[in-house]
């Protein structure tokens, strides 16, 4: 069985910064992607940032900039810098990993920080 397990949330005053860890446990052959996404109250889950196993990223255009996804293979463990923030980056922030287990590749999903910005 495969556990994400996310840390870093809590409140922060607009311009600050978190980091988001999300770390994964298991029978764990492989990680392949690892994502962030987030869900603001009554707003369908975005994605946030992805990366791949060789490090290549991508993001949301509102995040650009100020938001940076990174990944230690050796600790299975993704992160989230996020600077600069903004009461619109307010939402429950999920860390997704595509796994390879013995034979097969499963989505898996964390089960969610809190990320409040406000002053």
């Known amino acids: 069985q495969v556990q994400l397990v996310e840390s870093g949330g809590g409140l922060v005053q607009p311009g600050g910064s978190l980091r988001l860890s999300c770390a994964a446990s298991g029978s764990i052959f492989i990680i392949y992607s690892m994502a962030w996404y987030r869900q603001a109250p009554g707003k369908q889950r975005e994605l946030v940032a992805g990366?791949?196993?060789?490090?290549?990223?991508n993001y949301a255009d509102s995040v650009k900039d100020r938001f940076t996804i990174s990944r230690d293979n050796a600790k299975n463990t993704g992160y989230l810098q996020m600077n600069n923030l903004k009461p619109e980056d307010t939402a429950v922030y999920y860390c997704?990993?595509?796994?390879?287990?013995?034979?097969?590749?499963?989505?898996?999903w964390g089960q969610g920080t809190q990320v409040t910005v406000a002053s």
């Open positions: 997704n990993a595509a796994i390879k287990l013995a034979t097969t590749i499963t989505d898996y």
């Open positions: 990366i791949t196993r060789g490090g290549t990223t």
